[in-house]
DNA sequence: TGGGGCACTATCCTGAAGTATACTGCTATC
DNA sequence: GATAGCAGTATACTTCAGGATAGTGCCCCA
């Protein structure tokens, strides 16, 4: 719903929080962070393979719905980003095995950040259809 | 570059981190965050916000390149996940502004998350292709 | 009186992300 | 000899976010 006021506050102009350079500076960064994380698949792929899945037929039965011509778009993807390593051993047939880099561990913060919103704003969904 | 190696890890397990239901649970609230935040416009608006643009237009001139019909869309969007209200005025003709709520600060710690990983990911991009 | 700003909506279109299905060469197993 | 698993690739398709363009009714200003 909309809300309806008297007086339009266009005057009352809090005081500015960050310059328009400063904002466009700190837009990029998040982009960029946002980027490699984003589309269907990226997240589950990394918890996947957190949860000792290695193989890459492992990998696609781990994460439910994936099929092979995507995931294996998305292991060069992050492989690229330097979140996955592909190594390979010379058995045969070879064998092919994908692990998370020390890498992919920086994104821990930016993960639990992530996680402690979505939580907090399920509840708050939740809380909020419960009243409706 | 792949790695070579001479033996494969697969029986070197590291220990686990997560059980595989853990690991989903973490994994939805993340869908959920990225969700709100992903396309390519919905940050960009809520930085046009958080400086001071409450007008149509003027957001739409902030955030260069968007189009009403998008930008429409984005605001809607913006407005059921409760980030911003809509503010109509009985002038004539009517005068319309859009706010960011105390509920759009909790993403606070997300955005300084991203934006912190942003930075340094950025930098190691740079120091990867001067070194080439 | 005609052009522009306001806050949009309607219609159509493109491109990128993701899906479906089939196929490769190799080996191990029934 | 047939079938299944391995780690993918090839080709064709669908879907949907976002873009391009035009137009709405209202008012103000020259």
Redesign the pocket.
Known sequence: MDVLLDEPEISIRRQRRLSEKECTQHLMPIQDALYVL????KLPIIIALRDNNR????IQRAVT??????L?????ELEMNEFVV?KVYPT???????ALTGYSDTLDAVIIALHDWGVQHRDRILKRTERA
């Open positions: 984003s589309g269907k698949w193989r890459f037929g492992e719905g994936i099929t092979a011509r995507v294996s778009k998305e292991l060069k592909r045969t047939p070879v064998t092919i095995e994908y």
